[in-house]
Protein backbone atom coordinates (compact mmCIF):
# COMPACT_ATOMS: atom_id res chain seq x y z
CA UNK A 1 0.00 0.00 0.00
CA UNK A 2 1.11 3.29 -0.72
CA UNK A 3 -0.83 6.30 0.91
CA UNK A 4 0.85 10.10 0.61
CA UNK A 5 -0.45 12.64 3.37
CA UNK A 6 -0.53 16.34 2.61
CA UNK A 7 2.85 16.75 0.74
CA UNK A 8 4.24 20.01 -0.53
CA UNK A 9 7.45 20.31 -2.11
CA UNK A 10 8.95 23.54 -3.17
CA UNK A 11 11.87 24.57 -5.17
CA UNK A 12 12.77 28.44 -3.75
CA UNK A 13 9.79 29.98 -3.78
CA UNK A 14 7.99 28.16 -6.50
CA UNK A 15 5.60 24.95 -4.66
CA UNK A 16 5.57 22.24 -7.25
CA UNK A 17 3.97 20.10 -4.85
CA UNK A 18 0.39 21.46 -2.76
CA UNK A 19 -1.08 19.05 -0.23
CA UNK A 20 -1.18 16.69 -2.70
CA UNK A 21 -2.79 13.16 -0.60
CA UNK A 22 -3.32 10.04 -2.40
CA UNK A 23 -3.65 6.13 -2.12
CA UNK A 24 -2.90 3.19 -3.41
CA UNK A 25 -4.30 0.14 -2.30
CA UNK A 26 -2.76 -3.78 -2.42
CA UNK A 27 -2.55 -4.67 -6.23
CA UNK A 28 -3.87 -2.04 -7.62
CA UNK A 29 -2.96 -0.43 -10.85
CA UNK A 30 -3.15 3.70 -10.10
CA UNK A 31 -2.20 6.19 -12.60
CA UNK A 32 -1.45 10.16 -12.47
CA UNK A 33 -2.35 12.08 -15.34
CA UNK A 34 -1.98 16.01 -15.80
CA UNK A 35 -0.02 18.42 -18.44
CA UNK A 36 3.83 18.91 -18.61
CA UNK A 37 4.70 20.97 -15.37
CA UNK A 38 1.88 19.09 -13.34
CA UNK A 39 4.08 18.05 -10.89
CA UNK A 40 3.62 13.95 -11.88
CA UNK A 41 7.37 13.06 -11.92
CA UNK A 42 8.08 15.44 -8.83
CA UNK A 43 5.27 13.70 -7.12
CA UNK A 44 6.72 10.41 -7.71
CA UNK A 45 10.53 11.22 -6.40
CA UNK A 46 9.18 11.85 -3.38
CA UNK A 47 7.91 8.99 -2.92
CA UNK A 48 10.86 7.04 -3.60
CA UNK A 49 13.27 9.32 -1.71
CA UNK A 50 15.06 11.07 -4.59
CA UNK A 51 13.17 14.41 -2.88
CA UNK A 52 12.08 15.37 0.33
CA UNK A 53 9.13 16.52 0.95
CA UNK A 54 8.87 19.98 3.04
CA UNK A 55 5.75 18.77 4.09
CA UNK A 56 3.50 15.85 4.40
CA UNK A 57 4.18 12.12 5.05
CA UNK A 58 5.08 8.96 2.70
CA UNK A 59 4.18 5.69 4.07
CA UNK A 60 4.99 2.40 2.11
CA UNK A 61 2.94 -1.15 4.00
CA UNK A 62 2.44 1.70 6.94
CA UNK A 63 5.90 2.50 7.01
CA UNK A 64 7.54 6.11 6.18
CA UNK A 65 9.83 5.91 3.20
CA UNK A 66 11.97 8.64 5.21
CA UNK A 67 12.39 6.23 7.97
CA UNK A 68 13.93 3.61 5.82
CA UNK A 69 17.41 3.25 4.26
CA UNK A 70 17.69 3.12 0.34
CA UNK A 71 18.53 -0.44 0.60
CA UNK A 72 15.42 -1.66 2.86
CA UNK A 73 12.91 1.03 0.37
CA UNK A 74 14.65 -0.78 -2.53
CA UNK A 75 13.60 -4.45 -1.28
CA UNK A 76 9.99 -2.93 -1.11
CA UNK A 77 9.51 -0.32 -3.90
CA UNK A 78 11.03 -1.12 -7.90
CA UNK A 79 11.56 2.59 -10.01
CA UNK A 80 11.01 2.38 -13.75
CA UNK A 81 12.13 6.20 -14.28
CA UNK A 82 12.18 7.99 -17.02
CA UNK A 83 16.04 8.56 -17.39
CA UNK A 84 17.99 5.46 -17.63
CA UNK A 85 21.35 6.10 -18.96
CA UNK A 86 24.44 3.58 -17.75
CA UNK A 87 27.96 5.48 -16.96
CA UNK A 88 29.23 2.15 -18.68
CA UNK A 89 28.10 0.36 -21.72
CA UNK A 90 26.92 -2.73 -19.39
CA UNK A 91 25.73 -6.22 -20.56
CA UNK A 92 21.64 -6.21 -20.97
CA UNK A 93 21.89 -8.89 -18.22
CA UNK A 94 24.13 -7.07 -15.97
CA UNK A 95 21.57 -3.81 -16.05
CA UNK A 96 18.85 -5.98 -14.60
CA UNK A 97 21.14 -8.04 -12.67
CA UNK A 98 21.84 -4.97 -10.51
CA UNK A 99 18.38 -5.25 -9.44
CA UNK A 100 18.96 -8.48 -7.26
CA UNK A 101 21.66 -6.12 -5.19
CA UNK A 102 19.11 -5.11 -2.49
CA UNK A 103 17.99 -8.47 -1.61
CA UNK A 104 21.65 -9.40 -0.48
CA UNK A 105 24.10 -9.30 1.79
CA UNK A 106 26.74 -6.97 1.22
CA UNK A 107 29.22 -10.00 1.04
CA UNK A 108 26.84 -12.35 -1.12
CA UNK A 109 27.82 -12.60 -4.70
CA UNK A 110 25.24 -12.83 -7.07
CA UNK A 111 24.22 -16.74 -7.33
CA UNK A 112 22.38 -19.10 -9.91
CA UNK A 113 19.00 -17.95 -8.70
CA UNK A 114 19.69 -14.36 -9.41
CA UNK A 115 20.66 -15.58 -13.00
CA UNK A 116 17.34 -17.67 -13.19
CA UNK A 117 15.17 -14.25 -11.92
CA UNK A 118 16.79 -12.22 -14.26
CA UNK A 119 17.03 -14.63 -17.17
CA UNK A 120 12.89 -14.97 -16.61
CA UNK A 121 12.62 -11.30 -16.13
CA UNK A 122 14.03 -10.95 -19.48
CA UNK A 123 11.96 -13.74 -21.14
CA UNK A 124 9.25 -11.92 -19.78
CA UNK A 125 9.45 -8.91 -21.58
CA UNK A 126 10.67 -10.60 -24.65
CA UNK A 127 14.81 -9.55 -24.83
CA UNK A 128 16.20 -12.59 -24.08
CA UNK A 129 18.17 -12.52 -27.52
CA UNK A 130 19.20 -8.74 -26.16
CA UNK A 131 21.39 -10.13 -22.74
CA UNK A 132 24.28 -10.09 -23.92
CA UNK A 133 24.01 -6.94 -26.15
CA UNK A 134 25.15 -3.68 -24.63
CA UNK A 135 22.89 -1.78 -22.58
CA UNK A 136 23.79 1.72 -24.72
CA UNK A 137 23.58 -0.13 -28.61
CA UNK A 138 19.95 0.07 -27.83
CA UNK A 139 17.29 1.87 -29.41
CA UNK A 140 15.20 3.75 -26.69
CA UNK A 141 12.50 1.70 -26.71
CA UNK A 142 14.85 -1.35 -25.82
CA UNK A 143 16.17 0.22 -22.90
CA UNK A 144 12.44 1.00 -21.67
CA UNK A 145 11.87 -2.75 -21.68
CA UNK A 146 15.37 -3.52 -20.26
CA UNK A 147 14.15 -0.74 -17.26
CA UNK A 148 10.89 -3.01 -16.53
CA UNK A 149 12.52 -6.32 -16.56
CA UNK A 150 14.80 -4.76 -14.20
CA UNK A 151 11.64 -4.02 -11.93
CA UNK A 152 10.51 -7.57 -12.38
CA UNK A 153 13.97 -9.01 -11.37
CA UNK A 154 13.99 -6.91 -8.38
CA UNK A 155 10.92 -9.07 -6.95
CA UNK A 156 9.50 -6.22 -4.85
CA UNK A 157 5.54 -5.82 -3.88
CA UNK A 158 5.46 -2.13 -5.23
CA UNK A 159 6.36 -0.85 -8.04
CA UNK A 160 6.54 3.26 -9.18
CA UNK A 161 6.39 4.19 -12.98
CA UNK A 162 7.81 7.41 -14.47
CA UNK A 163 6.41 7.30 -17.91
CA UNK A 164 6.46 3.34 -18.51
CA UNK A 165 5.61 3.45 -21.86
CA UNK A 166 8.30 6.05 -22.90
CA UNK A 167 10.05 5.30 -26.38
CA UNK A 168 7.49 2.52 -26.98
CA UNK A 169 5.62 1.63 -29.80
CA UNK A 170 1.80 1.12 -29.93
CA UNK A 171 1.96 -2.65 -29.61
CA UNK A 172 4.86 -2.64 -26.64
CA UNK A 173 2.58 0.07 -24.28
CA UNK A 174 -0.14 -1.93 -24.38
CA UNK A 175 1.92 -5.45 -24.24
CA UNK A 176 4.22 -3.96 -21.48
CA UNK A 177 0.85 -2.34 -19.13
CA UNK A 178 -0.55 -5.35 -19.67
CA UNK A 179 2.78 -7.69 -17.97
CA UNK A 180 2.63 -5.02 -15.54
CA UNK A 181 -1.29 -4.98 -14.41
CA UNK A 182 -0.86 -8.55 -14.72
CA UNK A 183 1.91 -8.95 -12.32
CA UNK A 184 -0.81 -8.75 -9.30
CA UNK A 185 1.91 -5.75 -7.62
CA UNK A 186 0.88 -2.63 -6.40
CA UNK A 187 1.80 0.12 -8.93
CA UNK A 188 1.69 3.53 -8.94
CA UNK A 189 2.14 4.99 -12.74
CA UNK A 190 2.72 8.44 -13.95
CA UNK A 191 1.11 7.76 -17.80
CA UNK A 192 0.20 10.27 -20.58
CA UNK A 193 -1.98 8.42 -23.14
CA UNK A 194 -5.14 9.17 -21.69
CA UNK A 195 -6.67 6.34 -23.62
CA UNK A 196 -3.81 3.85 -22.32
CA UNK A 197 -3.95 5.21 -18.93
CA UNK A 198 -8.30 4.46 -19.10
CA UNK A 199 -7.44 1.04 -19.91
CA UNK A 200 -4.24 -0.16 -17.53
CA UNK A 201 -5.55 1.74 -14.20
CA UNK A 202 -8.30 1.08 -11.76
CA UNK A 203 -8.19 4.65 -10.47
CA UNK A 204 -6.68 8.02 -11.96
CA UNK A 205 -5.62 11.17 -10.06
CA UNK A 206 -5.58 14.12 -12.33
CA UNK A 207 -2.62 16.77 -10.99
CA UNK A 208 -2.92 20.61 -12.31
CA UNK A 209 0.08 23.11 -10.98
CA UNK A 210 0.86 20.27 -8.43
CA UNK A 211 -2.95 20.01 -6.51
CA UNK A 212 -5.06 16.85 -7.46
CA UNK A 213 -7.84 18.68 -9.01
CA UNK A 214 -9.69 15.33 -8.91
CA UNK A 215 -9.43 11.60 -8.41
CA UNK A 216 -11.97 8.40 -9.50
CA UNK A 217 -12.33 5.61 -12.01
CA UNK A 218 -11.05 6.59 -15.03
CA UNK A 219 -14.66 6.97 -16.64
CA UNK A 220 -15.34 9.14 -13.58
CA UNK A 221 -12.26 11.71 -14.05
CA UNK A 222 -12.11 11.76 -17.63
CA UNK A 223 -14.64 13.78 -18.94
CA UNK A 224 -14.53 16.01 -21.81
CA UNK A 225 -14.93 18.86 -19.90
CA UNK A 226 -12.25 18.25 -17.35
CA UNK A 227 -9.56 17.35 -20.22
CA UNK A 228 -10.23 20.59 -21.50
CA UNK A 229 -9.67 22.45 -18.17
CA UNK A 230 -6.17 20.70 -17.68
CA UNK A 231 -5.27 20.20 -21.79
CA UNK A 232 -6.65 22.80 -23.24
CA UNK A 233 -8.04 20.88 -26.10
CA UNK A 234 -11.50 19.66 -26.90
CA UNK A 235 -11.73 15.42 -26.57
CA UNK A 236 -14.71 13.09 -26.79
CA UNK A 237 -14.06 10.27 -24.26
CA UNK A 238 -16.03 7.42 -26.13
CA UNK A 239 -16.73 3.15 -24.87
CA UNK A 240 -16.02 0.66 -27.65
CA UNK A 241 -16.59 -2.94 -26.70
CA UNK A 242 -16.81 -2.24 -23.32
CA UNK A 243 -13.59 -0.41 -22.70
CA UNK A 244 -12.50 3.71 -22.45
CA UNK A 245 -10.95 5.47 -25.01
CA UNK A 246 -10.33 9.49 -25.73
CA UNK A 247 -10.61 10.90 -28.88
CA UNK A 248 -9.35 14.78 -29.72
CA UNK A 249 -11.73 16.63 -31.33
Given at each position: MIDVAHVSYTIGSTPLLRDVSLQVQPGESVGILGPNGSGKSTLLKTIYKVLRPADGEILV????????SNRELARKVAVVAQESEAAFDYTVQEV?????YPSKKLTDAYGPDDLRIVAEALDTVGLSHLASRGYLSLSGGEKQRVQVARAFAQQTPVMILDEPTNHLDIGSQIKTLQLLKASGKTILAALHDLSIAARFCDRIYLLHHGTVVDSGLPGQVLTGERIRQLYDIDAEPFQYKGQLYVRFL
Open positions: NGQSVLSMVLMAR
